[in-house]
Antibody, heavy 128, light 107 residues
Framework: EVQMVESGGGLVQPGGSLRLSCAGS????????MDWVRQVPGKGPEWVSRIRNKGDGYNTEYAPSVKGRFTISRDDSKDSLYLQMNSLKIEDTAVYYC???????????????????WGKGTTVTVSS | DIQMTQSPSAMSASVGDRVTITCRASQVIRNHLAWFQQKPGEAPKRLIYTISSLQTGVPSRFSGSGSGTEFTLTINSLQPEDFATYYCLQHSSYPLTFGGGTKVEIK
């Protein structure tokens, strides 16, 4: 079964840091782009960040709201994705989902696996 | 940023109804459009990708269409398990952006 399991969420004070992890299984993790998407309860999803696969240079992208504060990374030897979150703000409070992306270089798979599998999410609460 | 304007934001429908949800992009996004369904307490689930390709395992009553900047999700013969919130997503350019959502409720 293809799945992602997030961990690392919790309560943190404004200005603090947190590192989220995501473990993938049931598929060739290293082939895929990976994303983080967050959602405030009762609101729509918000894309946060992307890291491409090795074939596309592990290049990264960030939403303007987190650029310079968050860092996405991956360890393909551990089938794992990470999100280092620094200088956290109250508005970063949300459920954070790990999401599978394209399964080939330059998404030449026709987007067949683009955001097709989501984890259950981990909750981040930024509050004093 | 590309804005995705989704309508309606909410609707009431009956089992067996045909439901149409629209997403309008602020600029041309080619075929980089997906639709998701979300139920309370669950992660979004992909229904449609590249405008009209049906996700494996998704019932054929769901279909997508459109081009350029105007896209539609249609649910033929609404079933009880279809009452949920639906979102469109553009992935033509960064940042990726979701529509505001359409909540489909029971009439």
């Amino acid at each position: 079964e293809v799945q992602m399991v997030e961990s690392g969420g919790g309560l943190v004070q404004p200005g603090g840091s947190l590192r989220l992890s995501c473990a993938g299984s049931g598929f060739t993790f290293s082939d895929h782009y990976m994303d983080w998407v967050r959602q405030v309860p009762g609101k729509g999803p918000e894309w946060v960040s992307r890291i491409r696969n090795k074939g596309d240079g592990y290049n990264t992208e960030y939403a303007p709201s987190v650029k310079g504060r968050f860092t996405i990374s991956r360890d393909d030897s551990k089938d794992s994705l990470y999100l280092q979150m620094n200088s956290l703000k109250i508005e970063d409070t949300a459920v954070y989902y790990c999401v599978r992306g394209c399964g080939s270089t330059s998404c030449s798979d026709g987007y067949s696996s683009y955001m097709d599998v989501w984890g259950k999410g981990t909750t981040v609460t930024v509050s004093s | 940023d590309i804005q995705m304007t989704q309508s309606p934001s909410a609707m009431s429908a009956s089992v067996g109804d045909r439901v149409t949800i629209t997403c309008r992009a602020s600029q041309v996004i080619r075929n980089h459009l997906a639709w998701f369904q979300q139920k309370p307490g669950e992660a979004p689930k992909r229904l449609i990708y590249t405008i009209s390709s049906l996700q494996t395992g998704v019932p054929s009553r769901f279909s997508g269409s459109g081009s350029g900047t105007e896209f539609t999700l249609t649910i033929n013969s609404l079933q009880p398990e279809d009452f949920a919130t639906y979102y469109c997503l553009q992935h033509s350019s960064y940042p990726l952006t979701f529509g505001g959502g359409t909540k489909v409720e029971i009439k």
